[in-house]
T-cell receptor
């Protein structure tokens, strides 16, 4: 149990394109989802915390107008990278949890490459 | 703010031998969780082991065990009988028990190589 599906696994697109990444909890209801970004050979850095039915909480330095997060249901959160540029190329990974302090379950990540 | 430090960017171990990965953290909180995650080349995050700060007993999961020293704020991972499949990046992580978010704070990771 506790499976998190993240889609797509790989995206390659042109600069200026907007890209949507989905994070779904398949067999549980996730009141909280987290979005992390991982640059090559670096650690995971929290971008934002997404709570169902409310606005996401963004970490310092993360542009909320650039990285749009929607958590409209208890099983789905989306991250949209708007007008993506090459510097946005990274590995994006989500995690989901039933409640804020319950164990987190990770998706398999999305490798985003902006040309 | 809490921080997690992994001082070993890379480690190497011979197959079937034992290796210990270091992790220290800084916090003013008394209640928290500590984790070790494994990230193989596939980039999937795999939970290896977790430790509740209020428990004095060190957590163990088969070949994986931790040495949790709360006063020293140290949380090392020991891998016994290392296998080729253990080769991966290992991240130490901290999570508060209180507060409203519950997000994980990761160290920079240790790349473990296993030699046949």
């Amino acid at each position: 149990g506790a499976v998190v599906s993240q889609h797509p696994s790989r995206v390659i697109c042109k600069s200026g394109t907007s890209v949507k990444i989905e994070c779904r909890s398949l067999d549980f209801q996730a009141t909280t989802m987290f979005w992390y970004r991982q640059f090559p050979k670096q650690s995971l850095m929290l971008m934002a915390t997404s709570n169902e039915g409310s606005k996401a909480t963004y970490e310092q330095g993360v542009e909320k107008d650039k990285f749009l997060i929607n958590h409209a249901s208890l099983t789905l959160s989306t991250l949209t990278v708007t007008s993506a540029h090459p510097e946005d190329s990274s590995f994006y990974i989500c995690s989901a949890t039933r409640q804020a302090h319950q164990p987190q379950h990770f998706g398999d990540g999305t490798r985003l490459s902006i040309l | 703010a809490q921080t997690v430090t992994q001082s070993q960017p890379e480690m190497s171990v011979q197959e079937a031998e034992t290796v210990t990965l270091s992790c220290t953290y800084d916090t003013s909180e008394s209640d928290y969780y500590l984790f070790w995650y494994k990230q193989p080349p596939s980039r999937q995050m795999i939970l290896v082991i977790r430790q509740e700060a209020y428990k004095q007993q060190n957590a163990t999961e088969n070949r994986f065990s931790v040495n949790f020293q709360k006063a020293a704020k140290s949380f090392s991972l020991k891998i016994s009988d290392s296998q080729l499949g253990d080769a991966a990046m290992y991240f130490c992580a901290y999570r508060s028990e209180g507060g409203s978010q519950g997000n994980l704070i990761f160290g920079k990771g240790t790349k473990l190589s296993v030699k046949p």
